[in-house]
């Protein structure tokens, strides 16, 4: 249990965004993604999820690690199947955001939710990392309060709301983690992977990588970054962490990619040149392979949750 009360202690967690929303047309998406963790509580209504459409029913939470690809269906599990970028052209026809009166009215589904990140010494994606799947949160009042509660601050104007955020946010990551470990979730994936948060030389590795995103980020530096052979280092980290460099670099980058899509007005040539990709036209493809849908659209999207 000390080893988890060290990972956590080196966690930095933010907060993205929150809103309340009411399902106006039930919809399923078939391969629904985003970089962002997402924890979800159902007001009213159910929602499904996964290969076999487990049912969320009100008063549960699903949780979604960022980078997790999934099925879910809001309203019916019998609802029209989209894919995601179909949804994300025309997601106002299905969701919208709800006010305090509609969602606490038992005639109008939907649900509440957060985004965050949670990444170990600032550089890796803590939840992903540890190949966390989607997986449904049941009774546990703990976390439905603190959804309700970021998200009544983050419509509030009271003085110092964002440092009540800042605070809940964390909070909810920790019970978070302290849910999957009292009801001995993903025992198998913990154990194989939180190893490699205690190799220095790795965590070396992340940082580096974190701070030269744009930069050359071949395997003949990383061996130098951690002081190995370059025939060695992409076995290396694969055994630490089950990808190849390579992959996670490029999953890096284009997360990099989606954050500056979101947050500022640069251009998507500008944007791939500064996380790497001297070639516009091969970033967006690989853009489109990774996400299902052309970075255009996730500037327009944003977030699930950005109605």
Do not use: W
């Not at 003085?159 to 909810?172: A, D, F, M, Q, W």
């Not at 530096?221 to 992959?247: C, H, W």
Request: aromatic fraction near 12%; glycine fraction near 6%.
């Amino acid at each position: 249990m000390e080893d988890y009360n060290k990972i956590i202690e080196s966690l930095g967690v933010r907060y993205i965004k929150s809103r309340n929303m009411k399902i106006v047309k039930g919809v399923t998406i078939d391969n629904f993604y985003d970089v962002e963790n997402t924890i979800i509580v159902v007001n009213n209504g159910d929602v499904y999820f996964g290969p076999d459409q487990e049912k969320v029913s009100e008063g549960d939470m699903l949780f979604i690690p960022g980078g997790k690809s999934l099925s879910i269906s809001f309203g019916s599990v019998t609802a029209p199947a989209i894919p995601n970028e179909e949804f994300i052209s025309n997601k106002k026809k299905y969701l919208q955001n709800a006010n305090d009166h509609e969602i606490n009215d038992f005639d109008v589904d939907g649900f509440s939710q957060v985004m965050f990140e949670a990444k170990v010494f600032d550089s890796v994606n803590f939840f992903s990392s540890l190949n966390i799947t989607p997986f449904a949160i049941r009774n546990s009042t703990v976390l439905s309060d603190l959804i309700k509660l970021i998200i009544e601050e983050d419509n509030s104007v009271k003085p110092g709301k964002n440092r009540i955020i800042k605070v809940n946010t964390e909070y909810l990551v920790v019970e978070l983690i302290r849910y999957i470990l009292d009801n001995r979730l993903f025992v198998e994936q913990l154990v194989t992977n939180s190893t490699y948060f205690k190799d220095p030389r790795l965590i070396d590795i992340f940082s580096y990588i974190k701070k030269n995103i744009g930069g050359d980020l071949s395997n003949k530096v990383l061996a130098r970054v951690a002081n190995v052979s370059e025939d060695y280092v992409g076995q290396y980290f694969k055994m630490l962490t089950g990808i190849n460099p390579q992959d996670y670099i490029e999953y890096q980058r284009m997360e990099a990619a989606v954050d500056l899509l979101r947050t500022t007005k640069k251009s998507i040539r500008d944007i791939g040149r500064e996380v790497g990709y001297k070639d516009t036209a091969y970033f967006c493809r690989r853009f489109k392979m990774m996400f299902g849908i052309p970075a255009g659209k996730m500037r327009r999207r944003e977030s699930l949750i950005n109605i």
